[in-house]
């Protein structure tokens, strides 16, 4: 069945949404039966502005082997992204 | 032998606490009387397969009903509100009950109503017809497919929103009960429908129990991952069996 396991990341951004671009203060990332995928289960993640009511949100569902690879990728850009920059 | 006519709409119902929402309200063009069905959707939200459902019940006799259990939370598209809702942990069980009273009220209002009214539900909606068979009066039927979390081993899944488990309102069921489940599904998984049959036996209650080798959850869902079109085909026909036995058609 699907669930209301829910993981919550308080993060600092924007994404554009349906409205256009919005701050966002929240990622809701959970491992369920998606929406649109026809996967069974995929990792999906909402990045929403809880602030704003969630009123809008960008959505994304992913295979698991698909967010694994992409946590990979995050961490890649961060590092030489970091480096290439200085920061 | 041709298809009938449908008409359907979205409206507006008076559901829990009196608050006004949106519905989708599927029946058979032209005069008669018609058995009604409240359709509870799914966890993700009053989605385009919930309202497939409710057309496919007009287009066999029914007057079939799907509130936006959701609708507090918008206004929006429903997948967008379904994942505000699942994020905030889901609606409280009391509103559902509430929601689903004011569906069910307002299908034994309309003229073309012959008396009857059944339930159906899918997923978290097959609990809530569980819990809505036993805490509403007034359901000549009820259909529960494999509506996961009626049995709660954990109890530190109870709280405010959801304080009871289902399982142990059996006692109270005052509708004869129809259980649709795949045996692939992890839950309800077959011990847990097990447990509940078991409940339902001891209790003395009226109700039909069918298990689907090759099917997890969802098995009725064209378009989903989780579809079995031989299986669902069978479901279905136990679906309008039982509901042609208890609501007339």
Known sequence: MCSYIVEKAAIVGSAKGQQGWMRVDTANVYFDHPFHSTLDHTLNIDFTSEADGARDRVAVELSAESARQLVDRILAALKTGEAAHMV | ?249
């Not at chain 2, 569906?103 to 809530?128: D, T």
């Not at chain 2, 068979?133 to 959801?162: E, H, M, P, T």
């Not at chain 2, 409940?199 to 099917?215: C, I, P, V, W």
């Open chain 2, 1 to 249: 032998m041709s298809y009938r006519g449908i008409i359907a709409e979205t409206i507006k119902f008076r559901g829990d606490n009196g608050d006004e929402g949106e519905a989708y309200y599927a029946r058979p063009s032209g005069d008669g009387k018609y058995p009604g069905v409240l359709v509870i959707h799914h966890l993700p939200g009053w989605d385009e397969w919930s309202i497939e459902v409710v057309r496919r019940l007009a287009h066999h006799g029914y007057a079939a009903i799907s509130p936006h259990l959701y609708f507090r939370d918008g206004p929006g598209d429903p997948d967008d509100i379904g994942a505000k809702a699942r994020a905030a942990g889901g609606v409280a069980d009391a509103q559902v009950m509430g929601d689903a009273k004011g569906a069910i009220e307002f299908l034994k209002k309309q003229s073309n109503s012959n008396g009857k009214v059944g339930a159906i539900g899918f997923c978290s909606g097959g609990r809530h017809v569980y819990l809505a068979a036993a805490q509403i009066d007034g359901i000549d039927a009820a259909v529960d497919c494999w509506g996961g979390n009626v049995v709660v081993d954990d109890k530190s899944q109870l709280g405010s929103k959801r304080p009871v488990a289902p399982i142990d309102l059996t006692d109270k069921l005052k509708a004869p009960l129809l259980g649709l489940f795949g045996n692939d599904d992890k839950n309800p998984n077959p011990d847990q429908v097990n447990r509940t049959e078991e409940a339902l036996k001891k209790a003395g209650k009226t109700y039909e129990f069918h298990r689907y080798d090759g099917a997890g959850h969802a098995f009725f869902n064209w378009g989903g991952a989780g579809y079995r079109p031989e299986q669902a085909k069978d479901g279905w026909q136990k679906v309008f069996a039982f509901f042609k036995k208890y609501l007339g058609a």
